[in-house]
C-alpha cells in the first residue's frame, strides 16, 4: 500500500526478459528489501536483486504489467517514480496522498500541458469505459502520483500539478502524447461494484 506522495525519480536502465533494472536512490538503503515491494511509475513491483555498491534493483515484470502500465514501453535512460511502501502505524499518524495499491488499471495519455500561473494543467484522457471511476474532486494515481480529478468529460479530465510536484516527478518530462499509467480510487471501483451487483 503507498500513498502517491512520490519519496524519489530514479532512471530505467535495462531489462533482461522480464527482469527490469532501475537506479537505487541512496535514501532506500535499508528501506528497500529482496521480496519488499516498491511503486515504479505507481506500479507494485516485487524487487528481486539489490546492487547496493552500484546503487541498482532489479524487480520482475509481468506480462500483464508490461501490457497494462507504460513500465513496458521504457528506455535505458527514462526517469520513473518511486514510492516506498507505507509501514505499519504510519496510516494512523499521517496519510499525505491517499491509499493507493499499485495496482495500475489501465494507461491514459497526456493531451495537452499548460503553464498557468502558480501551476501547470494537463489535460489526461483514456478509454470512455473508465469514466464511471473518475470522481469530480476525488482521486486518481497518475504515474503513481496522487492528484485529484476535475473537469470530467467521460474519459477526458483535468488535473492541476503544483510547482514542487512537477519538479520532483515525472511530470516534468510530460509532453502531449506521453502515456501515463492510471489508477482509479479503490473507494470508487467498491462503491461501483457494489452499486451494479444490485
Avoid: W
Amino acid at each position: 500500500m503507498f500513498t502517491g506522495i512520490i519519496d524519489n525519480l530514479g532512471e530505467f536502465i535495462r531489462s533482461r526478459g522480464s527482469t527490469y533494472l532501475f537506479s537505487l536512490p541512496e535514501e532506500y538503503l535499508g528501506g528497500l528489501e529482496v521480496g519488499g515491494s516498491v511503486a515504479v511509475n505507481g506500479a507494485c513491483l516485487t524487487v528481486v536483486e539489490i546492487d547496493e555498491e552500484l546503487l541498482r534493483f532489479s524487480a520482475d515484470v509481468s506480462e500483464e504489467t508490461r501490457q497494462r502500465t507504460n513500465i513496458g514501453l521504457l528506455k535505458p535512460g527514462d526517469k520513473v517514480n518511486l514510492e516506498l511502501p507505507l509501514r505499519v502505524g504510519e496510516v494512523t499518524d499521517r496519510l499525505d496522498g491517499h491509499l493507493v495499491q499499485g495496482h495500475v488499471d489501465t494507461m491514459g495519455k497526456v493531451a495537452r500541458v499548460r503553464r498557468m500561473r502558480n501551476n501547470y494543467e494537463f489535460r489526461l484522457v483514456t478509454s470512455r469505459k473508465y469514466g464511471k471511476f473518475l470522481v469530480e474532486k476525488g482521486a486518481i494515481a497518475v504515474d503513481g502520483i496522487s492528484l485529484t480529478p476535475y473537469e470530467i468529460r467521460g474519459g477526458s479530465f483535468l488535473i492541476s500539478v503544483i510547482p514542487h510536484t512537477y519538479d520532483n516527478t515525472t511530470l516534468q518530462y510530460s509532453r502531449g502524447g506521453t502515456k501515463v499509467n492510471l489508477e482509479f480510487d479503490v473507494l470508487g471501483k467498491y462503491v461501483n461494484k457494489s452499486v451494479n451487483l444490485r
